[in-house]
C-alpha cells in the first residue's frame, strides 16, 4: 500500500498500525474514526458520525445477526473509545420502518433505539444512528467537512454536487436529523445505487465502503474533490470576501488590544450566567471581518446544525474601531451596552416568532461569538473548553462562507428551522443530562507562587472544583512542570515577578486573553528570612517588603482594575501568616511584612466592597510539608530560634496547636475554596489555618 498524497485533508491511515488491528474489525473503525477526527477540515469536535457492521452470535438463538457499531449521542470521532459507542442489532433497527408514524412522532424513534441494543453496555445511540443503520455499507462515514458543506449550503448546490461527481453523488434537501431522514438516504440510494456518497444539503456528507480503509479513502478522496474544486474558483470572480474593508492591528497591538476589551464583553455577555472566555486572531478570522461581505454575512447565520448549536444563530459584529482607546472599561461598557441589548432584544424576537407551544423556556440572550474587526474573533461560554470549541466551529462556518461565496451565493437555514434545531426536545433533554456545574465552575483564578508549594495547591483545589486558573511565578520551568498536571482548557501560565507591575500587568492579560478577564487573585508568592534585628540586612527587609507586600499591592491594583471592567464582583485573598499576628523571636522582617499584608486586606476590603470584590486573608501557620519558603534557610532559622533540629520542626509545630496538627498545602487551598466558594458574605475577615494557635486568635 502507497502513502497517498492529498493536498486538502491528511492522510493519516498507517498500514502497521492498521495490520494490527485488523483482527477486530470494531477496533479497526474506532482507528478510522480518530484519525478522521484528527483532522479538523474533515470534521469538527464532537461533530460527524462514523459507523461499521459485524456479524456477532446472538446471546439468545446462537445465530449469527448483523450488529451495527456507532458513536453514540454527545461523542467526538476524534478521541471516540469502546466506551463512547452503540451496538445494534441492525435487523431490528430497520424493523423500526413497521412502526414509524410519521414527521410530526420523530422524537419518540429515539426512545425505540434502546429497544434495538446488542450491547448492553452501549453509550445512548445518536439521533444519527437510522442514518447509518438504513445504508446496507459494511463501513459509513458521515462527516461534516468545510468543504462539503459550502457546496451543500451554496444556493445552486445540487447543481454543483451534480457539476463534480456526475452521477457518483447523491443529493438529499435539508431535512433535520432523525428517523425520516434515514428513510431518505435509503430512498436516495435506491434511485441511485452507484453512486459512492450522498451530500445532505445545509449539512454535511454521507460516505462508505466495503472495508475501514475504502471508507476512509473514499472520504477523504470526495473532500479532496471538493475542496480542489473551491479552491479554483477562490478570488476569481471577486475577490474574497468582496476583498477587505480595512487592515489589521499588529499581532502585539491586536493582543493589547483584546486583552483590554476581554474583561469588558465578558462582562457584558455574562448578565445572566457568567462565561468564560476565548480569543482568536486566526488569519482565517481577520480576512472574514475586515471583510467588505462581512455585514453581509455575519447576519446570515451559520448553515450546518453543528455550528449553531454551538455559536448560536448569529454573532455580534462589534462596531469598535480597531485602535479605540480602551483606557476608560465604563465607556466602553456603555457605548455596547446598547449593542448587547439590542442582540438580545432580537434573539428574543427571533424565539418569541419561532417557538412551538411546546418549546422549551428561552435561553441566555447573550452572544456567544463577537467578531472585532481588525482585532479578532471572542466567544464566550461555560467554560474554556466549550468556548474554544465555539471558535473552531465558527471558523469552521467561516470556511464554509468562504467556499460557497466563491462558487455560488451562500445560504443559511431559514430561521424556524434553526430555531428547530436549537430549542428540539431532545436537545433540551441532552442539556438537562449534563452533570451539574461544579462550584467554581466558571470562574477565573490567578495564583502568584502558583509553580509549587502552597500556591500550587491552591490551583489546584480551585481548578478541582471547576475553576480555570492562572498559575504564576518567577521559574518557568516550575510553572512548565505545574502546567502539565492540568488537563486542557484548564490552565495556563505566566512568569511574572510580583514586584514589578509591568510584569503584574502581563499575568493578568494573560489572563484576560485565555480566559476573558480574572474573578479570583490568590497572593500566595512568597519567601521567609528568619533573622534577628541584629542580623536582618537592609535588603531583607527590601526583599520581603517588595515581595510580600509590594506584590500583593499591585496584583490587587490589577486585578481590582480587570474586575471593576467586568462588572461581576470578585475575590482577593491574600496568603499571610500567623507570624503577622504573633510576635516571635528572629522574625522582624518577615513579621512585619505579614501584618502589613493582613492590614492590607482591610483597607482593600473597605475600599472595594462598592464594586462587590471581597478581600480577605488566610493565615497558616507551620506548614512545612510541600512548602516551598521551608526549604534551606528559613527552616535553619526557625529551628535555631526554637532549639531544635530541622527534621524535628514537623513534629514541633503540631504539638504547639490546640489540635496538634500538622498543617499541609492543600489545608490552606481549603481555606481560600471557603472564602471564593462559600462565604460569599465576608469581607475584611482573617482565617487561621494553623491547627490552633491561641496567641494567633483574632478576636
Same mark, same amino acid.
Given at each position: 500500500?502507497?502513502?497517498?498524497?492529498?493536498?486538502?485533508?491528511?492522510?493519516?491511515?498507517?498500514?502497521?498500525?492498521?495490520?494490527?488491528?485488523?483482527?477486530?474489525?470494531?477496533?479497526?473503525?474506532?482507528?478510522?474514526?480518530?484519525?478522521?477526527?484528527?483532522?479538523?477540515?474533515?470534521?469538527?469536535?464532537?461533530?460527524?458520525?462514523?459507523?461499521?457492521?459485524?456479524?456477532?452470535?446472538?446471546?439468545?438463538?446462537?445465530?449469527?445477526?448483523?450488529?451495527?457499531?456507532?458513536?453514540?449521542?454527545?461523542?467526538?470521532?476524534?478521541?471516540?473509545?469502546?466506551?463512547?459507542?452503540?451496538?445494534? $442489532?441492525?435487523?431490528?433497527?430497520?424493523?423500526?420502518?413497521?412502526?414509524?408514524?410519521?414527521?410530526?412522532?420523530?422524537?419518540?424513534?429515539?426512545?425505540?433505539?434502546?429497544?434495538?441494543?446488542?450491547?448492553?453496555?452501549?453509550?445512548?445511540?445518536?439521533i444519527d444512528t437510522p442514518l447509518h443503520g438504513m445504508l446496507p455499507f459494511k463501513h459509513i462515514d458521515h462527516l461534516h467537512p468545510d468543504a462539503l458543506i459550502a457546496i451543500?449550503?451554496?444556493?445552486?448546490?445540487?447543481?454543483?454536487?451534480?457539476?463534480?461527481?456526475?452521477?457518483?453523488?447523491?443529493?438529499?434537501?435539508?431535512?433535520?436529523?432523525?428517523?425520516?431522514?434515514?428513510?431518505?438516504?435509503?430512498?436516495?440510494?435506491?434511485?441511485?445505487?452507484?453512486?459512492?456518497?450522498?451530500?445532505?444539503?445545509?449539512?454535511?456528507?454521507?460516505?462508505?465502503?466495503?472495508?475501514?480503509?475504502?471508507? $476512509?479513502?473514499?472520504?477523504?478522496?470526495?473532500?479532496?474533490?471538493?475542496?480542489?474544486?473551491?479552491?479554483?474558483?477562490?478570488?476569481?470572480? =471577486?475577490?474574497?470576501?468582496?476583498?477587505?474593508?480595512?487592515?489589521?492591528?499588529?499581532?502585539?497591538?491586536?493582543?493589547?488590544?483584546?486583552?483590554?476589551?476581554?474583561?469588558?464583553? =465578558?462582562?457584558?455577555?455574562?448578565?445572566?450566567?457568567?462565561?468564560?472566555?476565548?480569543?482568536?486572531?486566526?488569519?482565517?478570522?481577520?480576512?472574514?471581518?475586515?471583510?467588505?461581505?462581512?455585514?453581509?454575512?455575519?447576519?446570515?447565520?451559520?448553515?450546518?446544525?453543528?455550528?449553531?448549536?454551538?455559536?448560536?444563530?448569529?454573532?455580534?459584529?462589534?462596531?469598535?474601531?480597531?485602535?479605540?482607546?480602551?483606557?476608560?472599561?465604563?465607556?466602553?461598557? @456603555?457605548?455596547?451596552?446598547?449593542?448587547?441589548?439590542?442582540?438580545?432584544?432580537?434573539?428574543?424576537? $427571533?424565539?418569541?416568532?419561532?417557538?412551538?407551544?411546546?418549546?422549551?423556556?428561552?435561553?441566555?440572550?447573550?452572544?456567544?461569538?463577537?467578531?472585532?474587526?481588525?482585532?479578532?474573533?471572542?466567544?464566550?461560554?461555560?467554560?474554556?473548553?466549550?468556548?474554544?470549541?465555539?471558535?473552531?466551529?465558527?471558523?469552521?462556518?467561516?470556511?464554509?462562507?468562504?467556499?460557497?461565496?466563491?462558487?455560488?451565493?451562500?445560504?443559511?437555514?431559514?430561521?424556524?428551522?434553526?430555531?428547530?434545531?436549537?430549542?428540539?426536545?431532545?436537545?433540551?433533554?441532552?442539556?438537562?443530562?449534563?452533570?451539574?456545574?461544579?462550584?467554581?465552575?466558571?470562574?477565573?483564578?490567578?495564583?502568584?507562587?502558583?509553580?509549587?508549594?502552597?500556591?500550587?495547591?491552591?490551583?489546584?483545589?480551585?481548578?478541582?472544583?471547576?475553576?480555570?486558573?492562572?498559575?504564576?511565578?518567577?521559574?518557568?520551568?516550575?510553572?512548565?512542570?505545574?502546567?502539565?498536571?492540568?488537563?486542557?482548557?484548564?490552565?495556563?501560565?505566566?512568569?511574572?515577578?510580583?514586584?514589578?507591575?509591568?510584569?503584574?500587568?502581563?499575568?493578568?492579560?494573560?489572563?484576560?486573553?485565555?480566559?476573558?478577564?480574572?474573578?479570583?487573585?490568590?497572593?500566595?508568592?512568597?519567601?521567609?528570612?528568619?533573622?534577628?534585628?541584629?542580623?536582618?540586612?537592609?535588603?531583607?527587609?527590601?526583599?520581603?517588603?517588595?515581595?510580600?507586600?509590594?506584590g500583593q499591592f499591585l496584583l490587587a491594583k490589577s486585578g481590582a482594575a480587570v474586575m471593576r471592567a467586568q462588572g461581576l464582583g470578585g475575590d482577593f485573598i491574600s496568603i499571610?501568616?500567623?507570624?503577622?499576628?504573633?510576635?516571635?523571636?528572629?522574625?522582624?522582617? $518577615?513579621?512585619?511584612?505579614?501584618?502589613?499584608?493582613?492590614?492590607?486586606?482591610?483597607?482593600?476590603?473597605?475600599?472595594?466592597?462598592?464594586?462587590?470584590? =471581597?478581600?480577605?486573608?488566610?493565615?497558616?501557620?507551620?506548614?512545612?510539608?510541600?512548602?516551598?519558603?521551608?526549604?534551606?534557610?528559613?527552616?535553619?532559622?526557625?529551628?535555631?530560634?526554637?532549639?531544635?533540629?530541622?527534621?524535628?520542626?514537623?513534629?514541633?509545630?503540631?504539638?504547639?496547636?490546640?489540635?496538634?496538627?500538622?498543617?499541609?498545602?492543600?489545608?490552606?487551598?481549603?481555606?481560600?475554596?471557603?472564602?471564593?466558594?462559600?462565604?460569599?458574605?465576608?469581607?475584611?475577615? @482573617?482565617?487561621?489555618?494553623?491547627?490552633?494557635?491561641?496567641?494567633?486568635?483574632?478576636?
Amino acid at each position: 500500500m502507497q502513502t497517498i498524497a492529498f493536498k486538502h485533508v491528511s492522510y493519516l491511515w498507517d498500514e502497521e498500525k492498521a495490520a494490527r488491528l485488523s483482527g477486530d474489525e470494531v477496533t479497526l473503525f474506532l482507528y478510522r474514526s480518530n484519525i478522521l477526527g484528527a483532522d479538523l477540515r474533515i470534521t469538527n469536535y464532537g461533530g460527524g458520525n462514523t459507523s461499521c457492521k459485524t456479524l456477532q452470535k446472538d446471546p439468545l438463538t446462537g445465530k449469527e445477526v448483523e450488529v451495527m457499531w456507532i458513536k453514540g449521542s454527545g461523542g467526538d470521532i476524534g478521541t471516540l473509545t469502546r466506551k463512547g459507542i452503540a451496538g445494534l $442489532y441492525t435487523g431490528r433497527l430497520r424493523e423500526l420502518k413497521n412502526v414509524y408514524r410519521g414527521l410530526a412522532h420523530e422524537d419518540e424513534m429515539v426512545a425505540l433505539f434502546q429497544h434495538c441494543l446488542f450491547d448492553l453496555n452501549s453509550a445512548a445511540p445518536s439521533i444519527d444512528t437510522p442514518l447509518h443503520g438504513m445504508l446496507p455499507f459494511k463501513h459509513i462515514d458521515h462527516l461534516h467537512p468545510d468543504a462539503l458543506i459550502a457546496i451543500a449550503a451554496a444556493k445552486d448546490g445540487e447543481a454543483i454536487t451534480k457539476e463534480i461527481w456526475g452521477d457518483t453523488m447523491g443529493w438529499v434537501p435539508w431535512q433535520r436529523p432523525g428517523f425520516d431522514l434515514g428513510l431518505q438516504l435509503e430512498r436516495c440510494l435506491a434511485d441511485n445505487p452507484a453512486i459512492r456518497g450522498i451530500v445532505l444539503g445545509s449539512h454535511g456528507l454521507f460516505t462508505w465502503g466495503d472495508t475501514s480503509y475504502k471508507c $476512509y479513502l473514499n472520504s477523504l478522496e470526495v473532500i479532496e474533490q471538493a475542496s480542489a474544486y473551491i479552491e479554483a474558483r477562490l478570488g476569481k470572480e =471577486r475577490p474574497v470576501f468582496g476583498g477587505a474593508a480595512l487592515d489589521s492591528l499588529s499581532p502585539a497591538a491586536r493582543k493589547d488590544q483584546a486583552a483590554a476589551l476581554a474583561p469588558i464583553v =465578558r462582562g457584558l455577555c455574562s448578565s445572566e450566567q457568567r462565561m468564560v472566555g476565548h480569543f482568536s486572531d486566526d488569519d482565517r478570522v481577520l480576512e472574514f471581518v475586515n471583510s467588505n461581505d462581512l455585514n453581509k454575512l455575519a447576519p446570515l447565520g451559520t448553515s450546518c446544525p453543528d455550528h449553531f448549536l454551538r455559536t448560536k444563530i448569529k454573532p455580534l459584529v462589534l462596531s469598535l474601531p480597531p485602535d479605540a482607546d480602551l483606557s476608560d472599561p465604563l465607556a466602553i461598557q @456603555t457605548q455596547l451596552a446598547k449593542e448587547f441589548s439590542q442582540y438580545r432584544a432580537d434573539y428574543t424576537a $427571533y424565539y418569541e416568532s419561532c417557538k412551538h407551544p411546546d418549546s422549551p423556556a428561552m435561553r441566555d440572550p447573550n452572544p456567544v461569538v463577537l467578531l472585532y474587526p481588525g482585532v479578532g474573533l471572542f466567544t464566550f461560554a461555560k467554560n474554556k473548553q466549550t468556548a474554544r470549541v465555539a471558535a473552531e466551529f465558527y471558523i469552521n462556518a467561516i470556511n464554509v462562507m468562504r467556499g460557497a461565496e466563491a462558487i455560488s451565493t451562500y445560504t443559511a437555514l431559514p430561521r424556524q428551522e434553526a430555531f428547530n434545531i436549537e430549542y428540539w426536545l431532545l436537545e433540551e433533554a441532552k442539556l438537562q443530562r449534563m452533570p451539574k456545574e461544579k462550584p467554581l465552575s466558571r470562574k477565573i483564578a490567578l495564583v502568584s507562587g502558583g509553580g509549587g508549594g502552597i500556591g500550587k495547591a491552591i490551583a489546584d483545589k480551585l481548578a478541582a472544583e471547576g475553576a480555570c486558573v492562572v498559575l504564576t511565578d518567577i521559574v518557568e520551568e516550575r510553572l512548565v512542570e505545574a502546567l502539565a498536571s492540568y488537563p486542557r482548557d484548564v490552565a495556563a501560565y505566566a512568569v511574572c515577578d510580583v514586584t514589578k507591575a509591568v510584569s503584574v500587568e502581563a499575568a493578568m492579560q494573560k489572563a484576560c486573553l485565555d480566559f476573558g478577564g480574572v474573578d479570583i487573585v490568590v497572593h500566595s508568592a512568597g519567601l521567609a528570612i528568619s533573622k534577628s534585628l541584629a542580623d536582618t540586612s537592609e535588603a531583607d527587609w527590601n526583599i520581603l517588603q517588595e515581595v510580600l507586600v509590594k506584590g500583593q499591592f499591585l496584583l490587587a491594583k490589577s486585578g481590582a482594575a480587570v474586575m471593576r471592567a467586568q462588572g461581576l464582583g470578585g475575590d482577593f485573598i491574600s496568603i499571610a501568616s500567623k507570624n503577622g499576628l504573633v510576635a516571635g523571636p528572629n522574625n522582624v522582617g $518577615y513579621g512585619t511584612a505579614k501584618a502589613a499584608q493582613q492590614h492590607m486586606t482591610r483597607l482593600l476590603a473597605a475600599e472595594l466592597a462598592g464594586d462587590h470584590i =471581597r478581600v480577605n486573608t488566610v493565615n497558616p501557620d507551620g506548614v512545612i510539608i510541600g512548602s516551598k519558603i521551608w526549604e534551606g534557610a528559613w527552616a535553619e532559622g526557625r529551628a535555631k530560634a526554637y532549639g531544635i533540629r530541622v527534621e524535628e520542626l514537623p513534629a514541633y509545630y503540631a504539638k504547639r496547636n490546640l489540635l496538634h496538627a500538622i498543617i499541609r498545602p492543600e489545608d490552606i487551598a481549603n481555606g481560600v475554596f471557603a472564602f471564593v466558594a462559600l462565604l460569599d458574605k465576608s469581607t475584611g475577615n @482573617t482565617l487561621n489555618v494553623d491547627g490552633g494557635v491561641a496567641q494567633a486568635f483574632v478576636r
